[in-house]
């Protein structure tokens, strides 16, 4: 079980650190080509989600790895499950489901590290 949550919670880590930091640092600019919904919303949106990814993804990592306030993991797990859940409705509402692939696995990815941390931890 350890080791399976440190495989899942690395992979979620480094995703949501590199999607978080640039929706954080890019321009909507910038932003467009990858994320086209960008339009669709404010940029301080953006950058709220950006933080919520970053902070989501240090949940999964600090708290287990220092062993004090783990309960932030199960948080952190449940936090990223709600930003796929968002996502995915985002995508839906705009017709994009050809792109729904990653998010249904970053949704599963984060459902399973949400049993991983509550059984482990």
Known sequence: MV?????????LA???LY????KLVRS????????A???TMPLAAVRVIGLLEILGAVGLILPPLAGVLTW??????????LVQI??????LRRGEVRVLGLNVVLLVLAAIE???ATVWL
């Open 28 to 35: 909507a600019e910038q932003l467009r080509p990858m994320m």
């Open 19 to 22: 999607s978080g930091g640039v």
């Open 72 to 81: 932030l993991t199960v948080a952190a797990a449940v936090g990223l499950v």
């Open 37 to 39: 919904w960008v339009d």
């Open 114 to 116: 949400v049993w991983l």
């Open 86 to 91: 968002g996502g995915i409705t985002l995508h």
């Open 3 to 11: 080791i399976a949550y440190w495989i899942v919670a690395g992979l």
């Open 14 to 16: 480094v995703m949501y």
